[in-house]
């Protein structure tokens, strides 16, 4: 069954470094997310590719966030400089427009 | 603004027993609705995807429903089994320029043997 590739799978930095994360979608699935989920919430969109394209970064913290999906296929999130409270779990997902959505196995990072 | 609930935050019941979560959300604009599963540390498995047109979907022991007038769903979990144990994620899927998920802050289920 295709799944969700996410790696590295756990990540600890110190703050001020830079990290970054990479996401490979189930094969033909056109959209991708990033979201973030911090110990004990939901997860929130911080964004949305359509093919290479960005859809929604409303909530992207553009100041030391970044995403891209050159060829519209993998993507990369990176951050620079982490602080402390980038500390969180980061979920990669692809669907089909308007589909179910599927998940990876997350990213979680921890900045000390 | 979208926003969803999970009641209750968490839920504790013996081995055998029938139980709902239940999910509210405030914005009726919606064009699915998804219920996750999530084990400690792990990401998400859908479990369950309904249609805005839909009124329910059936998986095994589970079934939810959806009355989207009312902005509410619920996920009903028959003749609960200890590694059915994790927490439960409702999402609505939001109309507009964006596709994305609003997710509630979901009910941590325990079931004891």
């Known amino acids: 069954e295709a799944e969700v590739a996410q790696s590295p799978r756990y990540k600890i930095t110190e703050k001020s470094q830079a990290v970054a994360f990479w996401c490979d979608p189930i094969s033909g699935h056109a959209t991708l997310y990033w979201y973030r989920q911090i110990l004990g919430q939901g997860p929130e969109l911080l964004v949305q590719f359509q093919d290479e394209s960005v859809v929604d970064d409303s909530q992207l913290p553009k100041d030391r966030f970044s995403a891209e999906r050159l060829k519209g296929v993998d993507s990369t999130l990176k951050i620079q400089p982490a602080e402390l409270g980038d500390s969180a779990m980061y979920l990669c997902a692809s669907s089909l427009s308007r589909h179910e959505q599927y998940f990876g196995p997350g990213t979680r990072l921890t900045v000390t | 603004k979208q926003e969803v609930t999970q009641i209750p935050a968490a839920l504790s019941v013996p081995e055998g027993e029938n139980l709902v979560l239940n999910c509210s959300f405030t914005d009726s604009a919606i064009y699915n609705l998804q219920w996750f599963r999530q084990d400690p540390g792990k990401g998400l498995t859908s479990l369950l995807l309904?249609?805005?047109?839909?009124r329910e979907q059936t998986s095994g022991r589970l079934n939810a429903s959806l009355d989207k007038s009312s902005g509410r769903s619920t996920l009903y979990i028959a003749a609960s089994q200890p590694g059915d144990s994790a927490t439960y994620l409702c999402a609505v899927g939001t109309q507009g320029g964006s596709e994305k998920l609003v997710f509630g802050k979901g009910t941590k289920l325990t079931v004891n043997p």
């Open positions: 309904i249609q805005s047109s839909q």
